[in-house]
């Protein structure tokens, strides 16, 4: 029965993504022991992303989050969540706000790694 002020557990474990309003986001896992929590959002480092934003922007600040993967797995959960965050690279620090994995730019294809403002042939040579 669920009373006054209480939502029902509508999820088991989840891998989740948060988007914050400067398009950044953060993957993360729920695997409390009642599933997930509509009121969890996650812990990631409040102090960068409040570096990013002035104090205006942060008095009306929406974040969204979507639900990515469900298990009653909590095994399964954190291999997707490391997954998640792998392939939406958002353990990338211009692209996410996770910090593990530690990023690695060689992660990236080659093609992503080139600098601006150099000239490179058909096979991604620098020619300049």
């Known amino acids: 029965m669920v009373t006054e002020g209480q939502f029902p557990k509508t999820f088991g474990y989840v891998?989740?993504?948060?988007?914050?309003?400067?398009?950044?986001?953060?993957?993360?896992?729920?695997?409390?022991?009642?599933g997930h929590s509509v009121r969890y959002f996650g812990s990631w480092d409040?102090?960068?992303?409040?570096?990013?934003?002035t104090r205006e922007q942060l008095e009306d600040f929406s974040l969204r989050k979507q639900i990515l993967f469900e298990s009653s797995d909590k095994v399964e959960v954190a291999r997707m969540?490391?997954?998640?965050?792998?392939?939406?690279?958002?353990?990338n620090p211009k692209k996410g706000y996770n910090r593990t994995p530690k990023f690695r730019p060689a992660e990236l294809p080659?093609?992503?790694?080139?600098?601006?403002?150099?000239?490179?042939?058909?096979?991604n040579k620098c020619i300049d």
Do not use: C, W
């Not at 914050?20 to 986001?25: A, E, L, Q, T, V």
């Not at 409040?46 to 934003?53: C, G, H, K, L, T």
């Not at 969540?81 to 353990?91: F, G, H, P, Y």
């Open 15 to 34: 891998v989740y993504k948060i988007t914050f309003p400067n398009g950044k986001i953060y993957v993360g896992k729920d695997v409390s022991s009642n």
């Open 46 to 53: 409040s102090s960068i992303v409040e570096a990013e934003f």
């Open 110 to 123: 080659e093609r992503d790694q080139m600098r601006e403002g150099h000239e490179f042939d058909g096979q």
């Open 81 to 91: 969540e490391m997954r998640m965050i792998k392939e939406l690279e958002a353990n």
